[in-house]
């Protein structure tokens, strides 16, 4: 059974940066490399919203182009989302996804 264990949220000032990760287990090699990564966010009070995704082709949501970069590290099977010049609308819950597998989410807050 998969598992994804996202981290490294927190709480910083607005242009500052935080890099997520994404720890996978349970889940084989050749499913990981073929799997689409993605990380979503949930700002508070809104619906979940795609970030950005990873496979043969990469996306961004437009709000983040520019400043987030998503990546992977297919030997230590984990997720990245390198977040730069942070602003309060990116606050919110990130959730990494591979297939049906989920994690619980890492918070992170931006203040001004």
């Known amino acids: 059974q998969g598992r994804l264990v996202e981290s490294g949220g927190g709480l910083v000032q607005a242009g500052e940066s935080l890099t997520l990760s994404c720890k996978t287990s349970?889940?084989?090699?050749?499913?990981?490399?073929?799997?689409?990564m993605r990380w979503y966010r949930q700002a508070p009070g809104k619906e979940r919203e795609l970030v950005a995704s990873l496979s043969s082709e990469v996306f961004y949501e437009d709000s983040v182009k520019g400043r987030f970069t998503i990546s992977k590290d297919n030997a230590k099977r984990a997720i990245y989302l390198q977040m730069n010049n942070l602003n309060p609308d990116d606050t919110g819950v990130y959730y990494c996804n591979i297939n049906n597998y989920w994690g619980q989410g890492t918070r992170v807050t931006v203040y001004s």
């Open positions: 349970g889940i084989i090699l050749s499913t990981f490399w073929g799997a689409t």
